[in-house]
């Protein structure tokens, strides 16, 4: 039975991706699981796995090429199959290439999700009970992930499609205003009435756009919400002489977004600096915060790296970005030249320099961090989960380990060759992660 293997939807605002490379050519035997192929997108580059092992019996997108969410890219047929010229034309043409739905790929929380195979006649194998419900919510299966065996969509996985479109759907853009008049930037998505509200904080230099990959995840079973910090993104940036940038102060800024928006209680997931942050919340205002995932977090340990320090003291270029972008990134292929062009711009936007430069200066110094809370983790009675990337160079793993240490029933997940922004450079492995934590949360 041919598979036809589509572009995946990465993230809520995904609606297409590149071609950049093929590991293997017409005629090879592939693997389930196994690299096929390497696409990048507006902020990351990633492989495609063979959805099931057979032949590669035909390359329909070409280096180079753009292709929409869920258009086909290959034929993958069993071994001993034979398909015509003819055949894989009508493959080819029953299925959704061309059209880039709004919808998302379903939080992997129990089973992993895989893409449907089809039969001979490019039929969607999916289950009676899947397309009666297919139908009554109008959801193309085609756009379905399956969970069932053999690749069967089940009517479970037609509900949970159901929920992330409309997640996705509802994302909007939202400013708040501040009471002393600041405004930030946020992006909110997922069900309004979910039981859980996940709120995402980026590091020093980011923007809510660090979580594009991995906020699809989360957006059809949660309430979701991704902020741009003060002096970040599309937020404002007050000159550093009228504005308090330190850890203390911006954490107050969130906490009062989540009074403003109603988010509280919020689970609360932070980045680096975004992770200090969001522990400094927890700790001045717990009615606040339901839990929180440190990731790569800064303020549980002395050490910074000194390159990052030259990167930020050094004035904005396209080659500061690149350097800053290498030394986050164990992976090569996830620095981009958009990816360069974007960080550059952003750092060069009016206001954010000299907000970037005071946040780093605050938190920051060449004889280590300056805001160091591990010996507060005590404190805490929510539960927490720290996921790092084993080979960071800007916060070394060892910080994790003595958070755990401190926080006897925390969940420690060390990311195996995975640098300073696992979010990205591993994002089907992270929202597993996190997903599974979520799961384990006490009811409220």
Do not use: C
């Not at 280096?63 to 493959?91: F, H, K, N």
């Not at 999916?126 to 009517?155: H, Q, W």
């Not at 009074?259 to 400094?280: F, M, R």
């Amino acid at each position: 039975m041919p598979t036809i293997v589509t572009m995946p939807k990465w993230g809520l605002t995904m609606t297409s991706g590149t071609i950049t490379g093929w590991s293997r050519e017409e005629g090879d035997p592939v693997t389930e699981g196994a690299p096929l192929l390497t696409v990048e997108t507006e902020k990351a580059v990633d492989d495609v796995e063979a959805p099931v092992s057979g032949v590669l019996r035909k390359i329909v997108a070409n280096v180079g090429s753009e292709v929409p969410v869920m258009g086909a890219v290959a034929i993958i047929t069993a071994p001993e199959e034979v398909l015509s010229d003819e055949e894989v034309l009508a493959l080819v043409a029953t299925s959704s290439i061309g059209v880039a739905p709004t919808g998302g790929t379903a939080p992997h929380v129990v089973r992993e999700a895989r893409q449907a195979t089809r039969d001979a006649g490019g039929r969607v194998n999916a289950s009676p009970a899947a397309r009666k419900r297919a139908g009554e919510l109008n959801i193309d299966l085609a756009t379905v992930e399956a969970t069932g065996p053999g690749g069967r969509i089940t009517s479970e996985d037609v509900e949970r499609a159901a929920q992330v479109e409309a997640a996705a759907a509802d994302a909007r853009a939202e400013v708040v205003e501040l009471g002393d008049g600041t405004r930030i930037a946020a992006l909110l998505a997922g069900p309004p009435d979910a039981t859980t509200t996940i709120v995402f904080l980026h590091g020093l230099g980011g923007s809510q756009s660090t979580w594009a990959s991995v906020l699809g995840e989360f957006a059809g079973a949660y309430r979701v919400v991704a902020l741009d910090l003060p002096g970040h993104g599309a937020s404002d940036k007050p000159s550093p002489d009228t504005t308090d940038y330190s850890v203390a102060g911006l954490s107050g800024r969130v906490g009062e977004v989540l009074e403003i928006l109603e988010l509280a209680p919020a689970v609360l997931v932070g980045h680096s600096l975004g992770g200090a942050i969001a522990l400094q919340l927890a700790l001045d205002r717990p009615k606040l915060v339901r839990g929180l995932v440190l990731v790569n977090s800064a303020g549980l340990g002395p050490e910074i790296s000194a390159e990052l320090l030259d990167r930020i003291d050094a004035e904005p270029s396209r080659d500061e970005a690149r350097q800053l972008m290498e030394l986050y990134f164990q992976d090569r292929r996830f620095i981009l030249d958009r990816g360069i062009d974007d960080m550059f711009a952003a750092r060069v936007s009016p206001g954010a320099d000299g907000a970037i430069k005071s946040i780093a200066a605050h938190a920051f110094t060449r004889a280590g961090q300056q805001h160091v809370l591990v010996d507060r983790l005590g404190e805490l009675e929510i539960p927490v989960l720290l996921v790092w990337g084993e080979v960071d160079r800007v916060i070394p793993a060892s910080h994790a380990v003595a958070a755990a240490t401190a926080l006897p029933t925390s969940w420690l997940e060390i990311m195996e060759g995975i640098g300073h922004v696992p979010q990205v450079e591993a994002a089907p492995a992270f929202s597993r992660i996190v997903n599974r934590w979520l799961i384990s949360l006490p009811s409220r």
